[in-house]
């Protein structure tokens, strides 16, 4: 779908906000609130950009002049040949009451009024505004997951950005990498650090690799843990994610879990996972680390 520029719209406390998260994660540039004085900007912006391969514009009603100035920023698009594309999200009474109580923020219409009001409110205004969409889903019955597989499905998310798995190996010493999925550690197996010949070496040498892999725990462990990525990073995409970080540490981050990430890269790349890898600490050995 050769789709640029999406309105994300709808009811308040409908999910808005996920969906636009939805968008990011897949390499979407997005604005939220924005004002509509400044979209055709915006879109002026996006379409002068090789980079931004697609767009999306989060608005909800907030102040009164919010449909006149809608209709002049629509006006513009259609003037200047944007295509865009208005997504509505709804959600019934009783599913949005129970999410603002959850999240015990205010309806943008409350002020001085019951919530059931506000909701009321703004459903009635909103009313037209959802017979122009493209597209309405409604996410009363949605957890979050579901809501970006509908995303997924409608606007083909997971094509446009492609799921990816990053490979990281690390040393425990220095932290673990705080944005990994899954984090496995390979402290048990024999250390090389131990060995004078390998010490000065790292685990992208063949030396190294041959020693670590050369005993029956490490071949087992790598076996298991390839059959473990084979099972779980369908999940992930399932979720919608575009992409997975997998840590692999060892002490230092010089030995044992860089030979193993190059290992799970090569796996993953066999069965045609686009794999990404990096070695956070192999720059810190100074001849003295683990």
């Known amino acids: 779908?050769?789709?640029?520029?999406?309105?994300?719209?709808?009811?308040?406390?409908?999910?808005?906000?996920?969906?636009?998260?939805?968008?990011?994660?897949?390499?979407?540039?997005?604005?939220?609130?924005?004002?509509?004085?400044?979209?055709?900007?915006?879109?002026?912006?996006?379409?002068?950009?090789p980079d931004i391969h697609g767009a999306a514009l989060g608005m909800d009603i907030r102040g009164g002049s919010f449909f006149p100035e809608l209709e002049l920023m629509l006006d513009?698009?259609?003037?200047?040949?944007?295509?865009?594309?208005?997504?509505?999200?709804?959600?019934?009474?009783?599913?949005?009451?129970?999410?603002?109580?959850?999240?015990?923020?205010?309806?943008?219409?409350?002020?001085?009024?019951?919530?059931?009001?506000?909701?009321?409110?703004?459903?009635?205004a909103l009313e037209e505004l959802k017979g122009r969409a493209d597209l309405v889903i409604d996410t009363s019955g949605l957890t979050p997951i579901q809501l970006r597989q509908r995303l997924n499905d409608a606007f083909l998310l997971v094509d446009s950005v492609p799921f990816q798995v990053r490979l990281v190996s690390f040393g425990f010493k220095h932290g673990i990498p705080k944005d990994a999925d899954l984090v496995f550690?390979?402290?048990?197996?024999?250390?090389?650090?131990?060995?004078?010949?390998?010490?000065?070496?790292?685990?992208?040498d063949l030396a190294v690799e041959t020693f670590v892999m050369g005993f029956p725990q490490a071949r087992e462990t790598l076996k298991r843990l390839e059959s473990l990525l084979d099972f779980l990073i369908p999940q992930f995409k399932s979720e919608g994610k575009p992409l997975v970080t997998v840590a692999v540490g060892c002490t230092g981050g010089q030995h044992r879990s860089v030979v193993f990430a190059n290992r799970l890269a090569e796996h993953l790349?066999?069965?045609?996972?686009?794999?990404?890898?990096?070695h956070r600490d192999i720059e810190r050995w100074a001849g003295g680390e683990p």
């Open 1 to 49: 779908m050769a789709l640029r520029f999406i309105i994300i719209t709808g009811m308040s406390g409908a999910g808005r906000s996920e969906a636009i998260r939805a968008f990011e994660d897949l390499g979407y540039f997005c604005v939220d609130n924005l004002p509509p004085a400044l979209a055709a900007k915006f879109a002026e912006l996006v379409h002068r950009s």
């Open 76 to 124: 513009e698009f259609r003037a200047s040949g944007v295509p865009y594309y208005i997504l509505f999200l709804e959600a019934d009474e009783e599913t949005l009451i129970h999410r603002y109580k959850l999240s015990r923020r205010r309806h943008p219409l409350e002020s001085g009024s019951r919530l059931v009001d506000a909701i009321r409110r703004e459903r009635s």
């Open 185 to 204: 550690d390979v402290r048990f197996l024999p250390n090389p650090h131990y060995v004078p010949d390998l010490s000065p070496l790292t685990g992208a």
């Open 269 to 278: 790349e066999s069965v045609g996972e686009i794999i990404w890898v990096e």
